[in-house]
């Protein structure tokens, strides 16, 4: 009996010592040993870029949202060479179009740098969130710990990212459960969508607004009128040039602060998504308060980014570290 009794014990100390047992973590200090000058490396990186092309910041920040978004933060949406297979990759899919050249090439420098001193250690994904933090705090925005120890993704697929990346369509509804799907609250959309505090947009993204809103054949009545009149002289509603932007923050277009929250509150907002944010019940006592408080917004921004940062990360022996972002390691 006492034989029996102390088997069922070593048993259940075995199924307890496995539910304990380490599942791989992402964690500050990922490659404290291995490349301790890892954050130094690619901050010497995202600062010249940041010197040279301010528009880095913008684009990494949103490439690292789109990577997230779809299959998780695995740098999939950094692959541009199809496999054998001739597989269309994510950044060919129409959601990813408008990706700034310049978030590439920062990361793809950064990795450059990062292989000549640390070969082979270090992956793309975690580089891309590295990053997007530096770029977020060059432009003003709030420093935080990244958490490292992503793998990359050893597939990109075009048919994964309908559907994974939010439309300037898109419904307060929509958004809620798009974010919600990924683990998001609805103060981390309303944190989130603060990026849009610096950056542009191309007219096609918005110009609904300003001739035909929702088929009404008039203009978004929410829009501010000197706004409108300003976006519409960019932005003809035939023929215009498509490679026109818009900046997001007309007020301070390249300084990451809580402008954008303002922005909304005087129906300055650019996508009809961010005015949403605004109108919505579930949204607005958010963007009041962000929009009143610049520290609560880089807190809750800082939060967001590390949550978004996690989503479906891979770690331990799944994926692989590419030597070359763009390429799958058995496409070198
Ligand atoms: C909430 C839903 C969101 C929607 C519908 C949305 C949509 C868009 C659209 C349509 C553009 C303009 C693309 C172009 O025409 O070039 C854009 C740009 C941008 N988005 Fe979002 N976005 C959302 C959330 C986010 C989030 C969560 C982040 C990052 C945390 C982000 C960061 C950016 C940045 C920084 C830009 C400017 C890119 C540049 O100037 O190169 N967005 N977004």
Excluded: W
């Amino acid at each position: 009996m006492a034989a029996i009794y102390m088997l069922l014990l070593v048993l259940v100390r075995s199924v307890q010592g496995s539910s304990n047992s380490t599942k791989p973590e992402l964690s500050v200090d990922f490659y404290s040993k291995s490349c301790p000058q890892l954050e130094q490396l690619v901050l010497s990186v995202t600062t010249q870029q940041f010197k040279q092309a301010p528009s880095s910041a913008p684009a990494t920040i949103r490439l690292f949202f789109h990577d997230c978004f779809v299959q998780g933060c695995d740098a999939s949406v950094l692959i541009t060479t199809r496999g054998g297979s001739g597989v269309e990759v994510e950044r060919e899919a129409y959601d990813n179009k408008d990706l700034a050249a310049e978030g590439f090439e920062s990361v793809n420098k950064a990795k450059a740098l990062v292989e000549s001193k640390c070969p082979g250690l270090v992956s793309c994904a975690d580089i891309l969130a590295i990053a997007a933090r530096d770029f977020i705090h060059l432009a003003g925005g709030p420093n935080y710990l990244v958490k490292k120890g992503r793998r990359d993704g050893k597939a990109s697929t075009i048919a994964n990212v309908k559907g994974n990346v939010p439309r300037s369509n898109a419904t307060v509804d929509q958004l809620i459960r798009l974010f919600g799907s990924k683990g998001l609250s609805i103060p981390d959309l309303v944190a989130l969508s603060g990026a849009h505090t610096i950056g542009f947009s191309h007219c096609d993204q918005f110009v609904g607004r300003l001739y035909d809103y929702r088929g009404t054949g008039h203009p978004d009545p929410v829009l501010d009128p000197r706004l409108l009149k300003a976006l519409r002289m960019s932005c003809p509603r035939f023929g215009g040039n498509t490679d026109v932007v818009a900046p997001f923050d007309v007020k301070t277009p390249f300084a990451f602060d809580h402008m954008y929250y303002a922005n909304l509150q005087t129906n300055l907002g650019l996508l009809a998504t961010d005015q949403a944010l605004f109108l919505d019940p579930r949204t607005k006592p958010i963007v009041q308060a962000l929009g009143k408080d610049i520290g609560a917004f880089f807190k809750a921004f800082a939060l967001g980014m590390d949550k978004m940062g996690s989503i479906g990360v891979k770690m331990g022996a799944q994926g692989e570290i590419r030597r070359d972002c763009t390429k799958h390691n058995k496409n070198i």
